[in-house]
C-alpha cells in the first residue's frame, strides 16, 4: 500500500489491522466523540506518558525505548499509582470503566 498507493477501504484496514473498529456510514462523528470521551475518562498522567513513547520511541534501539518508556512512566507512578493500583484491584478499572474525575 505505501510503495503503490493503492487506496484501502475500511474494511481492507480493519483487516490489516490499521483501523481497530468499523461503524456504520454516517456514524464516524458519533463513534469518534464517544472514543474521545472514552479516552478523557482514562487516567491523563498515564495518557500523555503513552503518548510521548509511542511518539518519539522509533528512534531508538529496544533495550534504549523500554528504558526511556520506563523514565517517560515516573509522573504516572508519582501521580496517583498505588491509589489506581488499589482501585483496579479491587475492580475499578477494568475494561476501561474508570472512575471521572471531579
Known sequence: MLM???PVDAKEAYH???A???VAKGEAL?????????LS???QTAMLSDRHS???QWDFPEAEA???EIK?????FKDGFQTGAGRFVSGTGRHGEFEKPE
Open 72 to 76: 517517560g512512566s515516573q509522573a504516572a
Open 54 to 56: 509511542a511518539l518519539t
Open 16 to 18: 490489516f489491522g490499521l
Open 41 to 43: 475518562s482514562f487516567p
Open 20 to 22: 481497530d473498529r468499523l
Open 4 to 6: 503503490t498507493g493503492r
Open 66 to 68: 523500554i528504558e526511556r
Open 30 to 38: 458519533q463513534a469518534a466523540q464517544q472514543l474521545a470521551l472514552e
